[in-house]
């Protein structure tokens, strides 16, 4: 879960967007955002499908070093 | 939640594995993996990567296409 977690901060990071930002694109809570990218959330596909669509990247991309 | 269950029926069918031994390997219930590839459970991250690994696949490859 860590690994996805970096994955998604550095895209994030990449794309520009604050941790708001996402978290208001993606429809989740800001805190859901800060805590999945330390690791600490076992998200769902349906949430990880919204997260890859607010980063402009295919899912499988946020998943390739997993 | 339809297209990652028909690709892990896919890999399933390509390794000769039945939904029983899949779900022995994974350490999940019967019932689960038939839901799952019928496009009706919102798996999380942890099962994925139990699922990608007792599928003996990368867990991208799961995802290729959602």
């Given at each position: 879960m860590k690994r996805?977690?970096?994955?998604?901060?550095?895209?994030?990071?990449?794309?520009?967007?604050?941790?708001?930002?996402?978290?208001?694109?993606?429809?989740?809570?800001?805190?859901?955002?800060?805590?999945?990218?330390?690791?600490?959330?076992?998200?769902?596909?349906?949430?990880?499908?919204?997260?890859?669509?607010?980063?402009?990247?295919?899912?499988?991309?946020?998943?390739?070093?997993?």
């Amino acid at each position: 879960m860590k690994r996805f977690g970096a994955s998604v901060r550095c895209q994030r990071e990449k794309v520009g967007l604050s941790q708001e930002k996402l978290a208001e694109l993606a429809n989740v809570h800001r805190t859901y955002i800060s805590g999945m990218e330390r690791g600490l959330q076992n998200i769902s596909l349906l949430t990880m499908i919204k997260l890859a669509k607010a980063l402009s990247v295919e899912l499988d991309k946020l998943l390739s070093d997993i």
